[in-house]
Nanobody
């Protein structure tokens, strides 16, 4: 399984970005897809995740600013990020979890988001 993330970049405070992550390979169904981030000197943390049935979870720091969505037919997850703040600067990693008797977790390569004036 490969996860291909895109959409990062440099944006001014208050700006918006949309991240995308497409999964391909031997798995056709992912129970959970989401986004994590890791800023300089910080541990990787959950940003948002979404179950295949539509349940969403967000980190408190991004609630009301970020929206996660997914296209199950395309095995693609999106993260719409609005009102970006300098503290959102980090490498963002997409994540997919498949559960079928065992739990398999997959990670994409990071995509850098930099919020700066």
């Amino acid at each position: 399984v490969q996860l291909q993330a895109s959409g990062g970049g440099l944006v001014q405070p208050g700006g918006s970005l949309r991240l995308s992550c497409a999964a391909s390979g031997s798995r056709s169904r992912f129970n959970v897809m989401g986004w994590y981030r890791q800023g300089p000197g910080n541990e990787r943390e959950l940003v948002a995740k979404m179950g295949i049935s539509g349940t969403r979870n967000y980190a408190d720091s991004v609630k009301d600013r970020f929206t996660i969505s997914r296209d199950n037919a395309k095995n693609t997850v999106y993260l719409q990020m609005n009102n970006l703040k300098p503290e959102d600067t980090a490498a963002y990693y997409c994540n997919a979890v498949a559960i079928s008797g065992r739990v398999d977790t997959y990670w994409g390569q990071g995509t850098q988001v930099t919020v700066s004036s």
